[in-house]
């Protein structure tokens, strides 16, 4: 069973700080994609990082693939209290299969 | 609005009820995959569909629990004799399937809310 865990599992900060979520395995993934997910709803897919050391951008989001694919990271610039939510990351596995093996989650506050 | 849409978004049911939830995926998706959200957990994954084929099940999947995806369209999930413990949200993802890159993201709907008293 491959499994990923996210740190820190709760997370509370004042607008304006910024902050780093951290997605580790001793697996290696394929792919690796990071959504967020609001109280009653689905997760909402923010990115998907493939190639080992691969960093993408998205507005003050920052995602990092390991360079050995088997950890990720999420680093918020300035964070907003828009950005609250609970974030998860989820990796493809390498044996061909198509499911997803998600995180634990990561509850971020962001307050005035 | 053309993505994944589920129905019902919420359902409360007694013991030992039969439920059914549908999922309608984003249009030329082929891929359709089911999961399963409690509480403070990340979501398990239970079965996935290429096309109209269920190619993959959870051990999490029990005899009480069936998924079909019939025109390779819509799915339903149905979980018969419900249990206290299958009270969860249970979420469906479609993906376009078959490229080289690695990617095949998926995307996921609003997901059922069951409570079984």
């Known amino acids: 069973t491959q499994l990923l865990e996210q740190s820190p599992q709760f997370l509370s900060i004042q607008e304006g700080e910024n902050l780093t979520v951290y997605c580790n395995s001793s697996s290696v993934f394929s792919s690796l994609q990071w959504y967020r997910q609001e109280p009653g709803e689905g997760p909402v897919l923010l990115v998907t990082v493939v190639t080992g050391g691969e960093v993408k951008k998205l507005k003050r989001l920052t995602f990092q693939f390991g360079d050995a694919r088997k950890d990720s990271s999420l680093h918020i610039t300035a964070a907003q209290p828009g950005d609250t939510g609970l974030y998860l990351c989820a990796g493809r596995n390498t044996g061909g299969g198509n499911k997803l093996t998600f995180g634990t989650g990561t509850q971020l506050k962001v307050e005035l | 609005d053309t993505g994944v849409s589920q129905d019902p978004r919420h359902k409360i049911t007694k013991r030992g009820q039969n439920v059914t939830f549908r999922c309608d995926p984003i249009s030329e998706h082929n891929r359709l995959y089911w999961y399963r959200q409690t509480l403070g957990q990340g979501p398990e994954f239970l079965t996935y569909?290429?096309?109209?084929?269920?190619?993959?099940k959870s051990r999490l999947l029990s005899d009480r629990f069936s998924a079909e995806r019939p025109k390779g369209s819509f799915s339903t999930l149905e979980i018969q004799r419900t249990e206290q413990g299958d009270s969860a949200m249970y979420l469906c993802a479609s993906s376009l399937g078959g490229g080289t890159s690695g990617r095949d993201e998926q995307f996921f709907g609003p997901g059922t809310r069951l409570t079984v008293l």
């Open positions: 569909f290429q096309n109209e084929a269920q190619l993959e």
